[in-house]
């Protein structure tokens, strides 16, 4: 059985579609002559007529192709997709590639049994509580932020706020509350609102201490920089 052979039946163990992360999780990698057999996964996932793309990072086998697409009830280029899905879909991408990462990742409370594909959130992030590593003024901040990553030293590495359809303002505020900490800041969009975000970002005194910190991904850049971020 050849690489995309292998790749083909994990995916069908699997229902047929799945994320990198999960699809990487279950491959066999043993008789893979490389060190990178994720990236290997990717660009055969990517390149191969056997796949198809849902959503970002959310891959599918061609021949279930009808049947995966009612299951998700979407359409491939419906862009009014219900705002739920794409919110708790992004957060749980986020939160996978952290897993990845070997970070530590949390999610809020209230996010907890949406659901990522078909996993409730708090299956995919593999805290249960937030790291209590300051004090409890900014730990509430901390809490509602839609995905957070913390290293080793249980100390935050970043933060990431899905934007579907908000301002971003209030994303921001929580991040120019956080700003003392040594971490990364992102905001995750979809790409035709990066315009919307550079302009508020810039304009208002208020996030004139982190405008050069903080990032935007959008949804396909997410899905794509799982070994970048």
């Not at 794409?86 to 952290?98: F, N, T």
């Not at 805290?127 to 300051?134: D, M, P, V």
């Not at 899905?162 to 994303?171: L, M, P, V």
Request: hydrophobic letters at 35%.
């Amino acid at each position: 059985m050849n690489q995309t052979q292998q790749v083909v039946e994990t995916m069908k163990k699997l229902g047929g579609a799945a994320t990198f992360g999960k699809l990487n999780s279950l491959m066999d990698f043993s008789d893979w002559k490389t060190s990178t057999p994720e990236a290997s996964v990717r660009r055969i996932v990517q390149d191969s007529p056997a796949f198809f793309r849902i959503r970002p990072g959310l891959w599918g086998l061609e021949e279930q192709k009808d049947e995966i697409l009612k299951k998700f009830n979407i359409k491939l280029d419906d862009k009014d997709a219900p705002n739920e899905f794409s919110h708790s879909y992004y957060q749980g991408l986020a939160v996978e590639i952290g897993n990845f990462k070997e970070m530590k990742t949390f999610i809020p409370n209230q996010d907890k049994n949406k659901l990522f594909v078909d996993r409730p959130l708090k299956n995919v992030a593999n805290l249960s509580e937030i790291y209590q590593f300051t004090y409890e003024g900014l730990i509430k901040y901390a809490s509602t932020v839609d995905v957070t990553w913390f290293n080793k030293r249980k100390m935050p590495n970043a933060f990431f706020e899905i934007e579907h359809s908000t301002d971003f303002k209030n994303s921001l505020l929580k991040f120019s509350e956080l700003q003392d900490f040594n971490a990364k800041f992102y905001i995750v969009a979809d790409e035709y609102r990066k315009k919307q975000f550079n302009k508020i970002v810039s304009e208002y005194s208020t996030f004139e201490s982190i405008n050069a910190r903080v990032k935007f991904l959008s949804y396909e850049s997410l899905a794509d920089t799982v070994f970048h971020l």
